[in-house]
């Protein structure tokens, strides 16, 4: 049980790590021209959400 909860992980934080790059390379996210439901939250509040990953980046 162990062993699966790390493969998901690492594959989960491949997927992450990979989209992040993507998206500070291309300016685009892996998949749908708009991110999900989550993207309308910052999209109220005038937040590009493209460039969130440069922001997020700079603040950690």
């Known amino acids: 049980m162990k062993i699966a909860i790390i493969i998901l992980s690492l594959?989960?934080?491949?997927?992450?790590?990979?989209?992040g790059i993507y998206v500070l390379v291309n300016g685009k996210y892996i998949g749908p021209a708009?991110?999900?439901?989550?993207?309308?939250?910052?999209q109220f509040f005038k937040v590009d959400v493209f460039k969130l990953v440069r922001y997020l980046l700079c603040s950690a």
């Open 11 to 19: 594959l989960n934080g491949g997927y992450m790590l990979a989209d």
């Open 34 to 42: 708009k991110p999900g439901p989550w993207a309308n939250v910052f």
